[in-house]
């Protein structure tokens, strides 16, 4: 099976842009959760989908949004992006009906200058 | 509220040596743990979950109900496992998927 595939790989955008990041998940998988990674704070839960619904919601503004599409794959979007949200952006998809731990995939470095 | 800790930030051995890797969770129901590992220049990827009770590249970790605690544990290093390490938390409330990572551990083993 292929893994969990995240574009675009790298992104610089000016603050005030907006962004919109992509994962694909592992065929089968229907939960998708997506993740902030900074060194400062390490590894923070932005949402998770499942059949296209919301299921959980991390402590980010609502600059921060997400959807699902009906073949799994979900898409974060930021607007109005600042400084502080540089990052690494992980997509990770699971199984829950198979109970399978969560695989990540590469990341989306966003730079905001 | 969940939450996981790795006291240290970075741990240092040499090749041979044994190495514990330091996890304490405060959850209060019944929880998932995960030990991810990242490799210079790679994807996070699983290396134990505590209901396998595997043992995968030698490395082995139990789940300490009464400790609250999922330390990770190898008796003999290897240079190959220099990475960092992230200590994991499930708590599929109402479903969820949602992982509470520690901070990670940033492991050098020395020739």
């Known amino acids: 099976k292929a893994g969990v595939t995240q574009t675009p790989r790298y992104l610089i955008k000016t603050r005030g842009q907006q962004v919109t990041l992509s994962c694909s998940p592992i065929?089968?998988?229907?939960?998708v959760s997506w993740y902030q990674q900074t060194p400062g704070q390490g590894l923070q839960f932005l949402f998770e989908y499942f059949s296209e619904t919301q299921r959980n919601k991390g402590n980010f503004p609502g600059r921060f949004s997400g959807r699902q599409f009906s073949n799994s794959r979900s898409e974060m979007n930021v607007s109005t992006l600042e400084l502080g949200d540089s990052a690494l952006y992980l997509c990770?998809?699971?199984?829950?009906?198979?109970?399978?731990?969560?695989?990540f995939g590469q990341g989306t470095r966003l730079t905001v200058v | 509220a969940q939450r996981v800790t790795q006291p240290e930030k970075l741990l240092s051995v040499f090749k041979g040596a044994p190495v514990e890797l330091k996890c304490n969770y405060s959850?209060?129901?019944?929880?998932?743990l995960f030990w991810y590992v990242q490799y210079s220049r790679q994807r996070l990827q699983l290396l134990l979950r505590?209901?396998s009770r595997e043992s995968i590249k030698g490395f082995t970790a139990d789940l300490n109900k009464g400790e609250t605690s999922f330390h990770l544990k190898k008796p003999f290093a290897q240079e190959e496992d220099s990475a960092m390490y992230y200590c994991?938390?499930?708590?599929?409330?109402?479903?969820?998927?949602?992982?509470?990572f520690g901070k990670g551990t940033k492991l050098t083993v020395n020739p």
């Open positions: 994991a938390l499930r708590a599929r409330l109402w479903g969820s998927e949602k992982l509470v």
């Open positions: 505590h209901i």
């Open positions: 990770a998809s699971s199984s829950p009906l198979e109970n399978t731990e969560a695989f």
């Open positions: 065929s089968g998988h229907r939960s």
């Open positions: 959850y209060s129901g019944s929880p998932e």
